[in-house]
């Protein structure tokens, strides 16, 4: 069941504008992200939350960068 219901692309959008948002800091999200998970849970359910995000890093980091491949968000 979903929990966050905003418009992130929008968010990060602004944020961009504000502060350019690089591939080194989708990296790092992702493994900070990655560690927080790994710390406090296991088994599918986590590494499917650990999919999902390196998922949403790399769509973000796309469409704010012009196709830059990231190492870690794909």
């Not at 088994?43 to 196709?67: C, M, P, T």
Request: hydrophobic share 40%; net charge positive.
């Amino acid at each position: 069941k979903p929990v966050y219901f905003g418009n992130p692309m929008a968010f990060h959008q602004i944020l961009h504008k504000k502060f350019p948002l690089k591939q080194e800091h989708f990296v790092r999200w992702v493994g900070i992200f990655d560690s927080t998970v790994d710390l406090h849970f296991t088994g599918e359910v986590a590494e499917n939350a650990k999919f999902r995000a390196r998922a949403i890093a790399y769509s973000l980091n796309q469409n704010l960068n012009g196709g830059i491949e990231t190492q870690g968000t794909k």
